[in-house]
Protein backbone atom coordinates (compact mmCIF):
# COMPACT_ATOMS: atom_id res chain seq x y z
CA UNK A 1 0.00 0.00 0.00
CA UNK A 2 1.35 3.64 -0.88
CA UNK A 3 1.83 5.59 1.86
CA UNK A 4 -0.11 9.33 2.66
CA UNK A 5 2.30 11.84 3.33
CA UNK A 6 0.96 15.11 4.69
CA UNK A 7 2.61 18.47 4.10
CA UNK A 8 1.23 21.11 6.66
CA UNK A 9 2.42 24.28 4.54
CA UNK A 10 2.75 24.61 0.70
CA UNK A 11 4.77 27.31 0.33
CA UNK A 12 8.22 27.85 -1.02
CA UNK A 13 9.33 24.39 0.39
CA UNK A 14 6.54 22.55 0.49
CA UNK A 15 4.78 22.78 -3.30
CA UNK A 16 8.31 21.50 -4.43
CA UNK A 17 8.61 18.62 -1.83
CA UNK A 18 4.79 18.04 -2.42
CA UNK A 19 5.84 17.32 -6.43
CA UNK A 20 8.77 15.10 -5.23
CA UNK A 21 6.98 12.96 -2.76
CA UNK A 22 4.35 12.58 -5.76
CA UNK A 23 7.13 11.41 -8.72
CA UNK A 24 8.51 8.65 -5.79
CA UNK A 25 4.62 7.13 -5.93
CA UNK A 26 3.30 8.66 -2.51
CA UNK A 27 -0.03 9.99 -1.95
CA UNK A 28 0.39 13.47 -0.93
CA UNK A 29 -2.05 15.94 0.70
CA UNK A 30 -0.96 19.48 2.01
CA UNK A 31 -2.49 22.56 3.59
CA UNK A 32 -2.78 26.35 2.65
CA UNK A 33 -4.58 28.79 4.62
CA UNK A 34 -7.76 29.40 2.62
CA UNK A 35 -10.08 27.79 0.48
CA UNK A 36 -9.35 30.01 -2.53
CA UNK A 37 -5.89 29.17 -2.10
CA UNK A 38 -7.11 25.52 -1.59
CA UNK A 39 -9.19 25.66 -5.00
CA UNK A 40 -6.30 27.19 -7.34
CA UNK A 41 -3.77 24.40 -5.92
CA UNK A 42 -6.08 21.58 -6.63
CA UNK A 43 -6.61 22.78 -10.66
CA UNK A 44 -3.01 22.45 -10.25
CA UNK A 45 -2.98 19.10 -9.41
CA UNK A 46 -2.23 19.01 -5.34
CA UNK A 47 -4.48 17.46 -3.09
CA UNK A 48 -4.55 20.77 -1.08
CA UNK A 49 -7.09 21.76 2.45
CA UNK A 50 -7.63 24.82 3.77
CA UNK A 51 -6.60 24.84 7.12
CA UNK A 52 -5.87 27.41 9.26
CA UNK A 53 -3.73 27.69 12.57
CA UNK A 54 -4.77 30.76 15.36
CA UNK A 55 -4.15 31.13 18.94
CA UNK A 56 -7.69 30.42 19.10
CA UNK A 57 -7.85 27.07 17.61
CA UNK A 58 -7.29 25.32 14.12
CA UNK A 59 -10.06 26.18 11.57
CA UNK A 60 -11.15 24.71 7.97
CA UNK A 61 -10.79 20.89 7.20
CA UNK A 62 -7.89 19.90 9.73
CA UNK A 63 -9.52 16.31 9.97
CA UNK A 64 -10.54 16.05 6.54
CA UNK A 65 -6.48 16.57 5.35
CA UNK A 66 -5.34 14.27 8.15
CA UNK A 67 -7.26 11.35 7.58
CA UNK A 68 -4.97 7.86 6.95
CA UNK A 69 -1.70 10.25 6.85
CA UNK A 70 1.37 7.86 7.32
CA UNK A 71 3.64 11.09 7.99
CA UNK A 72 2.85 14.17 8.76
CA UNK A 73 5.75 17.38 7.83
CA UNK A 74 5.11 20.28 9.77
CA UNK A 75 6.45 23.29 8.47
CA UNK A 76 4.03 26.06 9.33
CA UNK A 77 6.34 29.37 9.96
CA UNK A 78 6.29 30.99 13.69
CA UNK A 79 5.86 34.49 12.02
CA UNK A 80 7.17 36.08 14.71
CA UNK A 81 10.33 38.54 13.12
CA UNK A 82 8.10 41.26 12.75
CA UNK A 83 7.71 41.27 16.91
CA UNK A 84 3.91 40.83 16.14
CA UNK A 85 3.44 39.04 19.73
CA UNK A 86 2.17 36.09 18.22
CA UNK A 87 1.90 33.16 20.61
CA UNK A 88 3.27 30.43 18.56
CA UNK A 89 3.39 27.83 21.15
CA UNK A 90 0.10 28.40 21.64
CA UNK A 91 -0.92 28.11 17.79
CA UNK A 92 0.64 24.62 17.31
CA UNK A 93 -0.94 23.50 21.01
CA UNK A 94 -4.22 23.69 19.23
CA UNK A 95 -2.69 21.96 15.83
CA UNK A 96 -1.03 19.04 17.71
CA UNK A 97 -4.14 18.62 19.50
CA UNK A 98 -5.70 18.16 16.28
CA UNK A 99 -2.68 15.67 15.15
CA UNK A 100 -3.28 13.72 17.98
CA UNK A 101 -6.94 13.27 17.39
CA UNK A 102 -6.64 12.23 14.15
CA UNK A 103 -4.13 9.36 15.61
CA UNK A 104 -0.96 10.45 12.73
CA UNK A 105 1.61 7.89 13.69
CA UNK A 106 4.78 9.67 12.56
CA UNK A 107 5.77 13.47 12.26
CA UNK A 108 8.55 15.62 11.03
CA UNK A 109 8.59 19.09 12.56
CA UNK A 110 10.31 21.96 10.65
CA UNK A 111 12.20 24.06 12.87
CA UNK A 112 15.34 26.48 13.00
CA UNK A 113 18.85 26.87 13.78
CA UNK A 114 17.67 30.08 15.79
CA UNK A 115 17.24 28.08 18.59
CA UNK A 116 20.86 27.81 19.29
CA UNK A 117 22.25 31.26 20.82
CA UNK A 118 25.30 32.70 19.24
CA UNK A 119 27.26 32.36 22.39
CA UNK A 120 27.01 28.84 22.11
CA UNK A 121 29.42 28.62 19.08
CA UNK A 122 30.04 25.30 17.14
CA UNK A 123 26.94 23.11 17.92
CA UNK A 124 25.53 19.79 16.71
CA UNK A 125 22.40 18.12 17.82
CA UNK A 126 23.93 17.10 21.00
CA UNK A 127 24.56 20.23 22.42
CA UNK A 128 20.98 21.97 24.25
CA UNK A 129 19.83 25.17 22.04
CA UNK A 130 20.20 28.35 24.10
CA UNK A 131 18.03 30.45 21.85
CA UNK A 132 18.55 34.32 22.74
CA UNK A 133 15.50 35.72 21.20
CA UNK A 134 11.75 35.45 21.41
CA UNK A 135 11.31 33.22 17.82
CA UNK A 136 14.06 31.09 19.04
CA UNK A 137 12.14 30.25 22.82
CA UNK A 138 8.94 29.75 20.98
CA UNK A 139 10.45 27.43 18.63
CA UNK A 140 12.28 25.66 21.00
CA UNK A 141 8.84 25.13 23.56
CA UNK A 142 7.47 23.85 20.09
CA UNK A 143 9.90 20.95 19.46
CA UNK A 144 9.52 20.07 22.84
CA UNK A 145 6.09 19.70 22.71
CA UNK A 146 6.16 17.72 19.38
CA UNK A 147 8.85 15.69 20.93
CA UNK A 148 7.05 14.15 23.78
CA UNK A 149 3.62 13.61 21.78
CA UNK A 150 1.75 10.58 20.58
CA UNK A 151 3.36 10.98 16.69
CA UNK A 152 7.06 9.91 16.65
CA UNK A 153 8.51 13.03 15.82
CA UNK A 154 11.71 13.55 14.30
CA UNK A 155 13.10 17.56 14.32
CA UNK A 156 14.32 19.10 11.10
CA UNK A 157 16.40 22.43 12.25
CA UNK A 158 17.06 24.04 8.87
CA UNK A 159 19.63 26.85 8.34
CA UNK A 160 18.76 30.00 5.87
CA UNK A 161 17.21 28.91 3.16
CA UNK A 162 18.17 29.74 -0.27
CA UNK A 163 17.22 28.22 -3.82
CA UNK A 164 15.22 29.44 -7.13
CA UNK A 165 14.83 33.09 -6.61
CA UNK A 166 15.77 33.22 -3.17
CA UNK A 167 19.79 34.17 -2.46
CA UNK A 168 20.31 36.30 0.69
CA UNK A 169 23.22 37.98 -1.01
CA UNK A 170 20.08 39.79 -3.19
CA UNK A 171 18.83 41.43 0.53
CA UNK A 172 22.06 42.38 1.41
CA UNK A 173 23.62 43.95 -1.27
CA UNK A 174 24.46 47.62 -1.51
CA UNK A 175 24.00 47.84 2.52
CA UNK A 176 26.73 49.15 4.85
CA UNK A 177 27.81 48.56 8.33
CA UNK A 178 26.38 45.30 8.73
CA UNK A 179 27.08 43.23 11.66
CA UNK A 180 29.05 40.18 11.99
CA UNK A 181 31.11 40.02 9.26
CA UNK A 182 33.34 37.25 10.71
CA UNK A 183 30.30 35.42 11.70
CA UNK A 184 30.23 31.71 9.51
CA UNK A 185 26.80 31.05 7.74
CA UNK A 186 24.51 28.30 8.04
CA UNK A 187 22.73 27.97 5.03
CA UNK A 188 20.90 25.30 3.42
CA UNK A 189 19.79 24.89 -0.27
CA UNK A 190 16.26 24.03 -1.22
CA UNK A 191 17.00 20.86 -2.94
CA UNK A 192 18.84 19.43 -0.58
CA UNK A 193 15.90 20.14 2.13
CA UNK A 194 14.03 18.61 -0.07
CA UNK A 195 16.87 15.18 -0.19
CA UNK A 196 16.84 15.35 3.99
CA UNK A 197 13.18 15.31 4.13
CA UNK A 198 13.11 12.52 1.47
CA UNK A 199 15.68 10.35 3.24
CA UNK A 200 13.60 10.61 6.75
CA UNK A 201 10.59 9.50 4.91
CA UNK A 202 12.29 6.52 3.19
CA UNK A 203 14.33 5.14 6.02
CA UNK A 204 11.53 5.91 8.76
CA UNK A 205 14.11 7.41 10.46
CA UNK A 206 11.66 8.69 13.54
CA UNK A 207 12.81 10.10 16.67
CA UNK A 208 15.50 11.75 16.07
CA UNK A 209 16.75 15.78 15.99
CA UNK A 210 18.81 16.82 12.72
CA UNK A 211 20.44 20.24 11.63
CA UNK A 212 19.96 20.58 8.41
CA UNK A 213 22.92 22.86 7.04
CA UNK A 214 25.38 22.87 5.08
CA UNK A 215 28.86 21.72 5.99
CA UNK A 216 30.33 24.71 4.64
CA UNK A 217 30.85 27.78 6.76
CA UNK A 218 32.68 30.74 5.04
CA UNK A 219 32.80 34.08 7.13
CA UNK A 220 29.57 36.30 5.80
CA UNK A 221 31.66 38.62 5.04
CA UNK A 222 33.78 36.98 2.35
CA UNK A 223 30.69 34.81 1.50
CA UNK A 224 28.30 37.27 0.36
CA UNK A 225 30.98 39.93 -0.65
CA UNK A 226 31.81 37.10 -3.80
CA UNK A 227 27.66 36.26 -4.55
CA UNK A 228 27.52 39.80 -4.76
CA UNK A 229 30.02 39.95 -7.57
CA UNK A 230 28.56 36.52 -8.93
CA UNK A 231 25.35 38.18 -8.93
CA UNK A 232 26.50 41.57 -10.63
CA UNK A 233 25.04 43.46 -7.43
CA UNK A 234 26.86 46.17 -5.05
CA UNK A 235 28.84 43.83 -2.41
CA UNK A 236 27.79 45.15 1.23
CA UNK A 237 29.69 46.59 3.53
CA UNK A 238 30.23 44.94 7.19
CA UNK A 239 31.57 46.92 10.00
CA UNK A 240 34.74 45.64 11.66
CA UNK A 241 33.78 43.21 14.23
CA UNK A 242 34.74 42.89 18.22
CA UNK A 243 36.01 40.12 19.07
CA UNK A 244 32.65 38.02 19.36
CA UNK A 245 31.31 34.67 19.58
CA UNK A 246 29.38 33.41 16.30
CA UNK A 247 27.55 30.24 16.17
CA UNK A 248 28.08 27.11 13.82
CA UNK A 249 25.69 24.40 13.06
CA UNK A 250 26.94 21.28 11.96
CA UNK A 251 25.26 18.02 12.10
CA UNK A 252 26.62 14.59 13.26
CA UNK A 253 22.93 12.82 12.75
CA UNK A 254 22.42 13.40 8.82
CA UNK A 255 25.50 11.11 8.16
CA UNK A 256 25.11 8.70 11.12
CA UNK A 257 21.71 8.25 10.66
CA UNK A 258 20.83 8.74 7.41
CA UNK A 259 23.78 8.73 5.27
CA UNK A 260 23.06 11.79 3.58
CA UNK A 261 25.64 13.76 1.34
CA UNK A 262 24.93 17.24 0.16
CA UNK A 263 24.09 17.29 -3.46
CA UNK A 264 24.07 21.79 -3.71
CA UNK A 265 26.56 24.13 -2.83
CA UNK A 266 25.54 27.41 -1.34
Not at 129 to 147: D, S, W
Not at 172 to 187: C, E, F, Q, W
Request: aromatic residues 8%; positive net charge; contains cysteine.
Amino acid sequence: MNKTIGIAGLGWLGKPLANKFMTLGYEVKGTVTSAEKATTLQKKGFNAFPVEITETGVTGEPQGFMKHLDTLIVMIPPGLRRNTGADYVLKMTHFLAEIESAKVPNCIFISSTSVYGDAQGKVTESDIPQPENEAGRQLKQVEQLFFTSAAKTSIVRFGGLLGGTRQPAKYLAGRTNLSGGNAPVNLIHRDDCIGILTAIIKQEAYGHIFNAVHPQHPAKQTYYTEKAKELDLVAPHFAKDEDETFKQVDSVNLKKVLGYEFKKEI
